[in-house]
């Protein structure tokens, strides 16, 4: 191998830097060459291209050249020159090369869209849908949004706009975004200068907290219009209470339906001389008629110079004091009486008079009373009356007691009432009165056989011999066995039956679309053993379209299932057919199953108790302890077919001043009361009861026949 003299090596080295020197070169000149080319190309493309617009009438366009990219700027007049500016600048360069940003402006006279953005929270999730302008600051909005509702409960659907927003529309929007995040369940529409929000709080306190710091913060220039609604709660019992002393008129309780109802109940009440007070709102009214009950009490009231006028459910009381004149009370609780709807009961009385130094007989009464019992009148010390209160206490909650200690009580008195207030329990209104002679208990019962019931254990208390008397109401929606339904049990059956089979409608019609008779026929089967209930036909739709037209269509959609059930043969009468619109969302409206549930009919129970029941009359039993049974009830006579009115309690009648006709029989060792009793329809009928020995005995009357024969009882 011939080894590289040094000579050949450096000639190596030098056409090597010589080829890299001659590139360096090259390199240079083509460097050179771009920058001298490249401005005079891109200013030949543009003014090509400008010579084409300006040749073509397009002067209103402007051109400028990006390298090798043409821009076109400037506003056309119409969409059509707009286009064939357009096609003219691609014919003069490549179709590539031009970059269109032409403004094209509105039609004259036509609208700017309707820029609308809402935001609707529930359980569920937040969701916010719309149309806004490119100034909305979209990723403020999200964020507050997504953080009041928590990661992953936010749906975006907001859409952008290149047209400026309007006057008024961000402060809109901040002020709503604001407000969204204090409410969970809202839904708040926006648009320019104006926020609406409907939402549900959980009582009145919320709601009147959440309008006044709403209207505290709205920004100027921006309209508010809110609708919150907070739900009524159930109030039991539904209760009216006027007190007339000396010192003036005070309303202690009271309850309304609606906001109009109250009013015109507390107007009455200011009439009657009541101070301003409040009168709750609330479900729960015993009869659609409860307003006209009130007035017709307080009327009553307002008549006398003092007393108590009190509505609990439908029984009405009206108490006066002992010094009011006779005639006056009578004037009185006969209005009240004819006053009155069908539905409510009435007791007026008198308070006795103040008792003498040594007043006779004794007195001890006890009434059950809005969930705790009321005790007043004699024990024989202090004791005794701690035990009571105690024993009281224990079984019917809260006591309110006005016991006096006597110390002319007799023997076993303490005894006659701890028994009396043992056989309270288990009564509804139960009330006991204890005399010296006699115990009385009133009430209402779910047992047919209470009054045995309470007979023996006044037995187990007293031994024998004690009297008692007992005025007793079977109410058979108390009683176990009968399984009459509650309103709730109806609205529920009635929920499930739409939830099973649900009526559909025609789209965006309130015409039922299909068969609804199986349907029907399912809520038939319910109704009949509900009728009596009043209850609410809900129509709700989802959130497309206007609000007005929404609440139209599902009050359109709650009538035509109303007129259905009728013309299906259900006793509608306490049927109320409301239409709620989108208000009242299940689920977001924003996917197809969500819609789809918030489209329903809802049944809502408005009042728990039964409408145009006829109150049952008492069933009175008299007897002694350790005697026999008492016997069965007989089913009062029904109200229409009564020749009067049946007394609750109190003595029995007497006419003059001479002894009753029971106590002449009891005085001879008889009775006049009969053993057994026989009801055919009204009619009653009893064994032939002996004569008195006092009485006149009528002798037989001989016939033309010669033949005695008893004589006839005279026809009824």
Known sequence: MVEPTPSSARARWRSRFL?????????????????????????????????????????????????????????????????????????????????????????AGSAPPSFRIEVLRNEQGTSVIGLAPRDTDREELISELEHAAGPGRLTDLVELTELPAPEGWQEAVAFAVQAAVQMPRAKVSVTPGQVRIDAVTDGQAERARLEQALAAVAPEGVTLVTNITAPRPVIAPFALELVRTPEGTRLNRCAADNEAERDRILSAAARAGAAETGCDLGLGAPSPQWEEAALAGISALDALPAGRMEISGTRVTLTAPHDVPQPDFATARDRLAQALPRAFTLTAMLDPAPETADPSPL??????????????????????????????????????????VRGDTPPGWTARIMAAVEAMDGLQDGAARVTPDLIRLSGTTGSPTAAQAIADRLGARLGSGAAYELALIYDPRLDPAVDLPSGEDCVDALNTTMQQSPIGFEPDGEAIAGDAAPVIEALAATMQRCAGFRIEIGGHTDSQGADSINQDLSAARARAVLAAMAKGGIDTANLAAVGYGESRPLAPNDTEAGREANRRIEFRLISPHPV?????????????????????????????????????????????????????????????RPETVTRDGARLTTPV?????????????PEPDGIRRPRARPEE
């Open 612 to 672: 145009n029941e006829r109150p049952a009359a008492p069933t009175l039993t008299r007897g002694v302890t350790g005697g026999p049974a008492p016997a069965p009830p007989t089913p009062a006579v029904p109200a229409a077919d009564a020749a009067g009115p049946v007394p609750a309690t109190g003595d029995t009648a007497r006419t003059g001043s001479g002894p009753t006709p029971d106590e002449v029989a009891a005085s001879k060792g008889i009775s006049i």
């Open 19 to 107: 080829g890299l020197v001659l590139l360096g070169w090259g390199a240079a000149g083509a460097y050179e060459a771009a920058q001298w080319s490249a401005p005079r190309v891109e200013r030949w493309l543009a003014d090509r291209v400008e010579t084409a617009l300006a040749a073509g009438g397009f002067g209103w366009a402007r051109v400028t050249g990006d390298g090798l990219t043409v821009r076109l700027e400037g506003t056309a007049p119409d969409p059509v020159a707009h286009v064939r500016a357009v096609a003219t600048a691609t014919g003069a360069a490549a179709f590539g090369r031009i970059e269109d940003a032409i403004a094209i402006p509105p039609p």
């Open 363 to 404: 007195r001890f009464d006890a009434s059950l009373k809005d969930g705790g019992v009321r005790l007043q009148g004699a024990i024989p010390d202090d004791s005794m009356g701690a035990a009571l209160e105690s024993l009281a206490s224990a079984r019917f909650g809260p006591v309110e007691s006005e016991l006096a």
């Open 689 to 701: 009861p002996p004569p008195l020995v006092e009485g006149p005995v009528l002798a037989p009357e």
